[in-house]
């Protein structure tokens, strides 16, 4: 399986799970965006001059379904030149071509925007449901489990070749 870590909140935690990675000589995959570049630059360059390979998680960690917003490809090409930009102007290095949309959006403009700008979006087979809190929105509540009981019900689900997210 693949392990890929979506820095979206804060940096809170990244330090130990960099250990943790080290300590297993483990390799995975960092999708930083915008909003998490501005907010943790500090982090930003750790991520960079780490053994991980850092994609893009576009310029703003939005819905990308909201009707509000009209997102053509245009609206998305302009989302991932942006955060090559932040990533360069912070670290001074390239971010990879990976990139997935935020809560893994997929439509034909995201995908027609992939092509473009040559990158490759990273998808997933498998939510974790890490990013479900208990005092999230109505709803969404009733999904939360433990830790131990998300591993256990993870394990269950992956298969060979499974992406799996994980939310710093």
Sequence with gaps: IALVFNAVDNDEGLGDVLNVL?????????????????????SVRMLADSVHEIGSL?????????????????????????NEDEFFN???????????????VVSPPVLEASQRMNYLYVGRDVDPLDWVTLNGPRGTRDLYKTSSTLVEQLLGDVRPGSIVPIRV
């Excluded at 297993?24 to 999708?31: I, P, S, W």
């Excluded at 570049?37 to 500090?42: G, T, V």
């Design 22 to 42: 080290a300590d297993y000589n483990l390799r995975t995959t960092f999708f930083v965006g915008g909003d998490f570049i501005r907010h943790n630059p500090d």
């Design 90 to 104: 912070t670290t001074g290095t390239e971010v990879s071509t990976f990139w997935h949309a935020p809560w893994y």
């Design 58 to 82: 576009f310029y703003t960690h939005m819905d990308m379904t909201d009707y509000r917003y009209r997102i053509d490809t245009n609206f998305v090409v302009r989302g991932l030149g942006r």
